[in-house]
Structure formats: C-alpha cells, structure tokens
C-alpha cells in the first residue's frame, strides 16, 4: 500500500465516510467540512474528537513532553518487575499475532516504535504496518527509528476510539501499554475489534496487578507509587463477536496481555431448545421464569 493509496483508504473517524484528498495530498476532507492535515514526516492528523477529552489529553501532554526519555523509563520499570527481560516479553505479545509476511498490521499505541520494529519484521516481505499514536512527539520519534525497504510503513495521528478505517480492514490489531486511561474504553475495543478482518487476532495489554499477588507487601508499595498497577482486566469492555480469547500475565504478573480471534458475530444460544428430560418440556427460557 502506497502513501497515495494509504490517503485513499482513510475515512471519516466520526462517520466512517469517504474523505476527500487534496491534489497535493497535504490533507484529506470530511462531507462535513473537517479538515484532516497532513503534516510533517507524513504523518497524517486523523484525531477525533478534534478537541480531546479532558483524560486523553492530558495523556498526551504527557507523553508530548516525555518522549525522549520513555524508552529509557519504560525498561527500568520493566526491569523492576521481577527483572523481566523486555525483548523476549515483546516477542511473546507480537507473536501471539501469528504474523506471516505481507499482511496488513494495525499498532494503535505505537509510541517510539519498540513494538512496531517487531511488527515490522514479521511482515516482511511485502506487509503493511500502520503505526499510529495520540501523542505527535512521540509517532515523531518513531517515524526517525522506523525504516524498512520491504515494508510499507504509515504513521497516523489518532484517538483508538475512532479508527479511520473501513470494517476488516487489518489483519491483525496491536496496542500495548495504555488502554487502561482511555476515556472511552468500551468504544476502544470495538473499534479495535471492528477494523479486523473476520477470523484476524486482536492483541492488547496494559497495566493491572494479578489478583493473587495484590496483598503482597512488595506489590502494594508498586499501586501506592503507580494507581494503574490497579486496573482491572477490563474483559467486560469485550464486544461479542470474540472468540479463542485467552489473558497472560507478564512482567512479573503487574502487565495483563489478553488475546482473541475475531468472529463473523456474537455466539448463538438456543434457549428454548427443550432440555432432555422425562417430559422434554423444559427449557432455560421456562426455568428463568420460574426463579
């Protein structure tokens, strides 16, 4: 996929309708007037709502101001947790993906690229990767660490609650690492799970202690210094259409990694197919209403 075809796949993240490229290909064009730039390094601003609510925009003050230092930052806490090795955990999320060469990969999160490079690799020859992020810094910084001749490569400004993207578009969709402080969650994962191409893997991880370990001394020192170790496995923000879902705990069991396939629709439950018995009258519609 080129630059220009890249443009042309794009769609309205509020409505999902087709946008309009510029001749000259410095921005794209919604029905409804809003214009999407596109600015340095071709990093095209896609972000939606234009002016973010008030929790995603102070995470992307955030990581706006720490960019720099975050890979720095991110290995040393990792190496706290039970002195993890990050490389080796990387390779274990991105190959949950299953990833062949030439395929078509979503990161939302990509942040300075770490997992990205990974991807990368894995789709080589041939794939795609779109790498996206809310914070400009830091998709920035990845747009310099990030080269690949055999892959095509396309870096986007977005909200992962508003994917401009058309239905099964990717194979696969990645996010690690801040899930947990979107204000919108419940849309995040469907909107995760949306742009995935029916029997494509979803992978997605974020902080939250395993429930087993929350009374340990030395773990409660870790969600008195950091809230988010106390997140939640937000599981119930899953939309139905999920399948073969399994949930890992790594680095030193304070990082979750869920995993799932994505089905054609929600599982199906005949709940008034009569339950074998001596009568055969009885079914699980008949029993809800007795109790």
């Known amino acids: 996929m080129t630059h220009t075809q890249f443009l042309a796949s794009l769609v309205c993240p509020k409505t999902g309708q087709p946008l309009q490229v510029a001749e000259d290909g410095q921005s794209l064009t919604a029905p409804d007037g809003t214009v999407y730039p596109v600015l ?27 960019y720099q230092r975050y ?15 990050e490389a080796a955990t990387r390779q274990f999320m991105i190959g949950l993906m299953n990833l062949q060469p030439g395929q078509t990969v979503l990161e939302v999160g990509a942040g300075t690229g770490k997992d990205s490079a990974l991807i990368i690799e894995q789709i080589s020859p041939g794939g795609t990767a779109v790498l996206s992020d809310l914070s400009p810094n830091m998709l920035r910084l990845a747009t310099q ?23 099964g ?12 402080t979107f204000s919108e969650r ?3 994962f469907a909107e995760l799970t949306r742009v ?4 494509g893997k979803v ?23 950091n809230p988010l170790f106390r997140a939640e496995v937000p599981i119930a923000d899953l939309p139905a259409n999920v ?38 009258v009885d079914n699980w519609r008949l029993r809800a209403e007795k109790a």
């Open 71 to 85: 890979d720095r930052g991110v290995s040393w806490v990792f190496e706290t947790l039970n002195h993890s090795d």
């Open 203 to 225: 992978v997605i991880g974020d902080e939250s202690m395993a429930p087993w370990l929350r009374n340990e001394p030395t773990y409660q020192t870790l969600w008195k210094a």
């Open 186 to 188: 419940k849309k995040a």
């Open 145 to 167: 660490k990030l080269k690949a001749e055999d892959v095509n490569i396309h870096f986007f400004l977005g909200n992962g609650s508003y994917l401009p993207f058309a239905d």
């Open 40 to 66: 340095d390094s071709n990093i095209i601003d896609m972000v939606h709502p234009r002016e973010l609510f008030e929790d995603d925009a102070r995470e992307q003050h955030l990581y706006d101001q720490a």
């Open 169 to 180: 578009t990717f194979d696969s969709v990645f996010h690690f690492g801040g899930i947990n």
């Open 243 to 280: 399948e073969n879902f399994k949930l890992h705990y790594i680095f030193g069991n304070c990082f979750y990694v869920m995993e799932y396939t994505v089905a054609a629709k929600a599982p199906e439950i005949d709940i008034d197919l009569p339950i074998p018995g001596k009568d055969f």
């Open 196 to 199: 995935v191409k029916v029997g």
